[in-house]
């Protein structure tokens, strides 16, 4: 075995050296590489990738610095079915999450791991989740033999060197053991040991379940660590508004997937909005703090995006359109005779003699897709056009409203705000949205996704919810909190919103209540604007339209309120009482006949 040499890179950290031994014992790699984050080791890398095959290399007068994978038609998307929450109980796990003994998982990991590098490069690679230095940040390290996972942990975190030196020599960091084995879906796992800070990932190379900082690092163990800090780890986007005055206020939003969060991340102001600026903080996950001053401050833990490339266009969002021409990483979409990238839903015709997603000749009209549905971009944050200036700020940025959304064609009003924290909570808590074709098989069906963290609550989703409500008392200085749908449909089936740039319309709103410039209509539920309120200059919609897209039904409203209780009853127990008891209230409003 050959190894770089821990001390040229630094390594303080005595836990650290001992760990990667003991990880490199067990998997008996040919050699070990501890990746430092220069540019100088990726250009290294990527050369080392195309080589390999792992990579192909894109016309680089078309898209310099951008590169094509291919991955594994078995493995191409998180498999929730054997993602495990590893806690010394199933009650701490919950319902939601699978469960298996820590013994019993560590025991069966290690016996795969045992050898699975032999003849590969073991990839050390230490990085941060947060801006370098902030008081909020956490480190991290991921052992893996995957190249592709270490160059794209070179995009999506700060990683390297600045990992080590802040980690000094401490011994608190996640402990992240990935190997993609020989991908095969029997032999496929990936385990959680939040009491551990302790991440194993086998038999995968997707980025869900590869790339250990995001979803369970960020936010399965990161939500564990809040509960127990005194914080929250969020799948939101964060987002700064800046008005024609110049003040700027930020919003985070939780959307399940294919609810438009990367657009509203990235969104581009509609010309009739003149002197509107929207920039991005972060379009996937949030941790959030109690500041000094009482407010609710966020950092984004990340360092690029990791976002789905079909649909994304220069219509839907042309800041991520921009962003996407240099130094980014595309898996499984469509390849084009020049060497070019294309998907479906790029608002672009597709070319003849395409590459599919397999390499394949692809026929336009065949019934195959180009792109896989769940195909990716790997990008830099500094590609962002729309950047924050305060994306790297140490202690983030303050959160003046939540927001919480999803796809629905009926029920759901455009936008509401809630009455209180505990409302707030409780909306956060039963937002559903509808399941589209690429996500099942079935469409149109509610599937329940509490703050969109079903998948990714590290711990029981009741104590989750118990942990939310604790919080209020410690904001002196709450954000408001609201609701919003962009797909409510009329009876034709037509969507009543335009939807993207136009949605900032409705952050408009939300703000312009912040600040008691708009009193709105109370309904049952919370208030709902005015028609008049909504700022529609430029914007040419039916006033009936609208009025359909605010409504607030009380019949749809009671069968949302019974599926709501279905969910409380599935959690169990755990449930808090504070919000049972506002179900039965708003339950017995809506038989009253309340609106």
């Given amino acids: 075995m050959t190894s770089d040499s821990p001390a040229n890179n630094n390594v303080a950290s ?79 796990a919950g319902v939601t999450n699978n469960w298996m003994a820590p013994d019993e998982a560590y025991r069966k990991l290690q016996k795969m791991l045992e050898g699975s590098m032999r003849g590969r490069t073991m990839y050390v690679i230490p990085y941060v989740m947060g801006p370098v230095g902030s008081p909020y940040a956490k480190i991290g390290v991921e052992i893996t033999d995957s190249i592709y996972v270490a160059l794209s942990m070179g995009i999506m975190t700060r990683m390297g060197d600045s990992a080590l030196s802040m980690l000094g020599d401490s011994d608190h960091f996640n402990r992240g053991l990935h190997c993609t084995l020989d991908l095969n879906p029997e032999r496929r796992f990936i385990c959680h040991f939040p009491q551990d800070n302790t991440i194993w990932s086998v038999g995968s190379g997707y980025g869900g379940n590869a790339l250990l900082s995001k979803k369970c690092f960020a936010l399965r163990i990161a939500s564990w660590l809040g509960r127990n800090e005194g914080w929250l780890a969020e799948h939101m986007l964060i987002v700064g508004v800046r008005n024609p005055e110049g003040h700027t206020r930020y919003i985070a939003a939780a959307f399940p997937s294919a609810c438009g969060k990367t657009n509203l991340a990235m969104l581009l102001p509609p010309p009739a909005l003149r002197g509107w600026k929207v920039f991005t903080v972060g379009d ?31 219509r839907s969002n042309p800041n ?31 070319p003849s003699d395409l590459l599919d997603w397999h390499g394949r000749k692809w026929q336009a009209g065949g019934g195959e897709r180009a792109a896989h549905p769940n195909s990716r971009f790997t990008t830099p944050i500094t590609n962002n056009p729309v950047l924050s200036p305060h994306v790297e700020d140490p202690c983030g940025v303050p959160i003046s ?78 954000p408001r909190i609201f609701m919003v749908n962009w797909f409510r449909k009329a009876d034709n089936g037509a969507f009543l919103w335009p939807g993207y740039g136009e949605n900032l319309r409705v952050l408009k709103w939300m703000l312009d209540r912040i600040d008691g410039q708009v009193a709105g209509r109370p309904t049952f539920l919370g208030t709902v604007p005015e028609p008049a309120e909504i700022d529609l200059s430029g914007l040419e919609i039916a006033p009936e339209q609208l009025s359909h897209a605010l409504a607030v039904k009380t019949g749809e409203w009671k069968a949302e309120m019974a599926s709501a209780g279905e969910l409380f009853d599935r959690i169990g127990p755990s449930v808090p009482e504070e919000l049972r008891r506002l179900h039965r209230e708003l339950s017995s409003s809506l038989e009253s006949g309340a609106t």
Wanted: with cysteine; aromatic share 8%; charged share 20%.
């Fill in 401 to 478: 409203a939540i927001v919480f959304g999803g796809r629905r064609a009926t029920t759901a009003p455009l936008v509401l705000e809630a009455k209180d924290w505990l409302h707030g909570v409780f909306i956060g808590a039963t937002m559903g949205s509808e399941t589209t074709a690429a996500a099942a098989g079935k469409v149109g069906v509610v599937r329940r996704d509490p703050m969109a963290m079903l998948p990714f609550a590290g711990y029981n989703m009741g104590d989750y919810w118990r942990h939310w409500l604790a919080m209020e008392s410690r904001i002196t200085e709450p």
């Fill in 320 to 350: 991520a359109m921009r962003m996407l021409g240099h130094d980014s990483i595309f898996t499984n979409v469509g390849m084009t005779p020049d060497g070019d990238v294309w998907w479906e839903g790029m608002d672009v015709e597709p």
């Fill in 14 to 92: 005595r836990a650290l050296v001992e760990w990667v031994a003991e990880s490199a014992r067990l998997t008996q790699p040919a050699n070990i590489v501890w990746c430092n984050g220069s540019s100088a080791e990726r250009e290294r890398l990527l050369g080392e990738a195309v080589k390999s095959g792992v990579l192909i290399r894109l016309n680089q007068r078309k898209r310099p610095g951008c590169y094509l994978h291919r991955s594994n038609p078995n493995d191409v998307a998180r498999t929730e079915q054997v993602t495990f929450v590893c806690t010394p109980s199933a009650h701490e």
């Fill in 284 to 314: 996937d996950i949030a941790w959030l703090r109690v500041g000094p001053d009482g407010r609710l401050w966020a950092i984004n833990p990340e360092n690029g995006y990791f976002g789905v490339a079909p649909g994304t266009s220069a």
